[in-house]
């Protein structure tokens, strides 16, 4: 039998998560099923499930990668060369995307349904990722600002500019026609009218 080629099978996968993306922003990930998704992907569910373990295993999957990426550099600060303004403004800017739009309704319906089935590992797994993403937030916020942020709890500031973001998203997602770019650019103007210009060389 002759082998089915990597590029192939990436191809289906990505055929999959295709499909699961629009059946799950159409039915939610909760009433959705793999039979569905096998049906807008032309294939079968067995075959899905050569690709992935579960239904939430798969809704994981279709969360996109370029917010997978941007996520990761504010967990990992210290490797990048963006400053905290620069990397702020591309997250921002990556609200106004029709995949993160997607992305927020299926976090959104995954944080609820393990709030409502108590599911404490969940939890503390995005409890996890979000304190990584804070003291990202601090980390960038002291490099670039230096000692004009030591009058502030860098760590409480992490925290008040990610509870903005993800306000930003949760407003995008409900009335689309908002504007996170904008929003950002003002709080970008009040924090450097409390922190001062940014150090130079």
């Known amino acids: 039998m002759a082998r089915v080629s990597d590029a192939h099978l990436e191809a289906r996968r990505q055929s999959i998560l295709a499909a699961a993306t629009k059946v799950f922003s159409q039915k939610g990930i ?4 793999m ?3 096998a049906s807008v992907a032309g294939c079968s569910p067995g075959a899905i499930y050569r690709y992935f373990e579960n239904k939430e295993q798969l809704a994981q999957g279709c969360m996109n990668e370029s917010a997978e990426a941007i996520k990761h550099a504010w967990e990992n600060p210290g490797a990048l060369e963006l400053s905290f303004d620069e990397l702020a403004g591309i997250t921002f800017a990556a609200i106004n995307t029709a995949e993160e739009a997607i992305d927020t ?49 860098p760590e409480q500031l992490g925290e008040a500019l990610l509870a903005f973001y993800w306000g930003a998203r949760l407003l995008k997602l409900m009335y689309p026609g908002s504007d996170p770019i904008g ?9 450097k009218r409390a922190l001062g210009p940014t150090p130079t060389g």
């Open 30 to 33: 909760a009433s959705a099923t």
């Open 35 to 37: 039979a569905e998704i």
């Open 183 to 191: 929003q950002f650019n003002q709080l970008q103007q009040l924090m």
């Open 105 to 153: 309704q299926m976090f959104l319906e995954q944080m609820l349904i393990a709030v409502r089935d108590g599911d404490l590992a969940a939890a503390e797994e995005y409890r996890e990722h979000q304190e990584q993403v804070r003291s990202g937030i601090a980390y960038l916020l002291q490099r670039q600002y230096g000692e004009d942020v030591a009058g502030f709890d």
